[in-house]
Nanobody, 126 residues
Framework: QIRLVESGGGSVRPGGSLRLSCAAS????????VAWFRQAPGKEREVVSYINSASTNKGCVYYADSVKGRFTNTRNNTMNAVSLQMSSLKAEDTAVYYC????????????????WGQGTQVIVSS
């Protein structure tokens, strides 16, 4: 059974930091593109970042303009996990964050991802 499990969400003040993790079982993330999506209340789920596998575009990473320079998406192949380091958080970063995986190259299109975690809540508020 393939599972993705996110952790690390929570509440933080504006300007603070959080680190989300996505751990996989039944699936080797090293062979997959892994994305982070988020969904704020009343809004569509949107891509935050994806990281390609090392064999696809040399593992390059995409970031949405809204998080570029503040978020960092990295792999931990030893742990079969991916992390999203979020810094300089803003109120508009408040959302449920999901990790998703697919074989092949990364994509900003939600429907292209085959495997999803259950989500972890991030709240940025003073």
């Amino acid at each position: 059974q393939i599972r993705l499990v996110e952790s690390g969400g929570g509440s933080v003040r504006p300007g603070g930091s959080l680190r989300l993790s996505c751990a996989a079982s039944g699936l080797t993330l090293d062979y997959c593109a892994v994305a982070w999506f988020r969904q704020a209340p009343g809004k569509e789920r949107e891509v935050v970042s994806y990281i390609n596998s090392a064999s696809t575009n040399k593992g390059c990473v995409y970031y949405a303009d809204s998080v570029k320079g503040r978020f960092t998406n990295t792999r931990n192949n030893t742990m079969n996990a991916v992390s999203l380091q979020m810094s300089s958080l803003k109120a508009e970063d408040t959302a449920v964050y999901y990790c998703a995986a697919k074989y092949g190259g990364g994509s900003v299109i939600r429907a292209e991802y085959d495997y999803w975690g259950q989500g972890t809540q991030v709240i940025v508020s003073s």
